[in-house]
């Protein structure tokens, strides 16, 4: 196996991309927000940088690229637990070094401003794009989390759909969000909420407690079901999001 500190820096570089990519699609766009504009642009965005990110680098690590799926497979047993925190931090770092560099190209745009619909923060009630208030932000962000980390792990167990693994949960992805992003502006992922709240601060940090709950406990169900269904694996041998490569 790869060790810890490559596949560590490969979640983060990967996070990253999947943050600056998606988010940027309306970021660094100024004739759109997401506010009823732009959903089908943003979610292809997150899947296609999904899809590339894992064909990139997803063998290295096991392309989790996301908390929520970290946890996911830790629970069902097919990721080792003694590496979940490091991978979390990775991802988050990576996430708000992209957040970072996002707001200083955006910064160079006459009247840009970290607000919610120029930069793309998750929330509910009065900031979410339709209104949709806190049982529908939790319900929905558990739901497509829960069926998110299902489909990677129930992707990852088929060894003979290593080759389009990343299209398929890349094409996921664009499904979620194309759902959530009219109710929360599309969260699914705590590292990508993490890095959007920190720079818009106030309303969106208060609120961000949602986007770590709500997900988190999606994995969470995905992994005890697949478990269930599936029975125990070695964490350490068993095939993670996009494979992974053993150490050269």
């Given amino acids: 196996m790869i ?38 642009e943003v979610s292809l965005a997150f899947g296609l940088a999904f899809a590339t990110a894992s064909y990139a680098l997803g063998a290295d690590s096991g392309g989790h690229f996301n908390p929520a799926v970290t946890v996911g497979f830790a629970v069902a047993q097919r990721f080792p637990v003694r590496d979940l925190l490091p991978y979390i931090a990775a991802q988050t770092l990576g996430a708000i070094t992209a ?92 590292a990508r909420s993490t890095a959007q709240a920190l720079f818009v601060g106030n309303w969106a940090l208060d609120q961000l407690w949602v986007f770590w709950a709500a997900p988190l406990s999606g994995g969470i169900a995905a992994g005890v079901l697949f478990s269930f269904l599936h029975g125990n694996a070695d964490p350490s041998a068993a095939a993670l999001t996009g494979g992974q490569r053993d150490a050269a």
């Fill in 3 to 40: 060790a810890l500190g490559k596949r560590l820096w490969v979640e983060g570089v990967g996070t990253a991309w999947l943050v600056f990519a998606g988010c940027g699609s309306t970021v660094l766009e100024s004739g759109m927000a997401l506010h009823g504009y732009g959903g089908l």
């Fill in 99 to 190: 957040a970072a560099l996002l707001s200083y190209v955006a910064s160079g745009r006459p009247g840009f401003t970290l607000s919610a619909s120029e930069f793309a923060a998750n929330g509910f009630g009065a900031h979410s794009p339709a209104d949709y208030q806190l049982h529908s932000a939790l319900t929905i962000e558990f739901i497509l989390s829960f069926a998110f980390v299902m489909v990677c792990l129930l992707i990852a167990a088929r060894k003979n759909m290593v080759s389009i693994a990343p299209l398929v949960i890349g094409a996921c992805l664009t499904l979620v969000y194309l759902v959530s992003i009219p109710i929360t502006n599309g969260s699914v992922n705590p």
